[in-house]
């Protein structure tokens, strides 16, 4: 078995954020759907943490903020049908830029379909959805679970 060192798949200079940046600054660079997280670097630019959606998440629920979610939702969403095809979903969502497809069917919303979930079923090149700069891997199917 070959093993694959951390040089191979880590991302080259990752975005990084002065810990003394505002949260606005933060969710402003982590609104791009190429940044999953920013390195929180000091004054030297030792680093220091790590800022992620979710540790923005957290912040607004923290805070109690009353703001309408239309306010800052994103829309009108590109949505797909339950009839589209997967590879046809896929193109629809890597043409958009989106990592998420409503399903709506007559006006209704019938579901969520994912970029990692259509993953499964098409090539890494037909969907071409990177994730922190590289290609978007699915995680692999462990198959059916036996009881030991």
Not at 54 to 71: C, F, K, R
Not at 124 to 145: A, H, M, N, S, V
Request: one cysteine or more.
């Amino acid at each position: 078995m070959i093993e694959t060192r951390v040089e191979t798949l880590l991302t080259a200079s990752p975005p990084t954020i002065s810990q003394t940046a505002s949260a606005t600054s933060a969710a402003e660079r982590l609104r791009d759907p190429d940044t999953d997280a920013l390195v929180v670097v000091d004054a030297t630019d030792e680093v220091v943490g790590i800022v992620t959606g979710s540790d923005i998440v957290a912040l607004v629920a923290e805070e109690s903020t009353h703001l309408p979610v239309s306010a800052f939702m994103s829309g009108p969403p590109v949505t797909t049908t339950p009839e589209t095809t997967v590879f046809a979903a896929a193109d629809r969502m890597r043409e958009a830029g989106v990592r998420q497809l409503p399903v709506v069917e007559d006006g209704e919303c019938r579901g969520l379909l994912s970029a990692s979930t259509l993953a499964r079923y098409v090539s890494r090149r037909r969907l071409d959805i990177t994730w922190q700069g590289d290609p978007f891997t699915p995680p692999e199917d462990p198959g059916p679970r036996t009881a030991d």
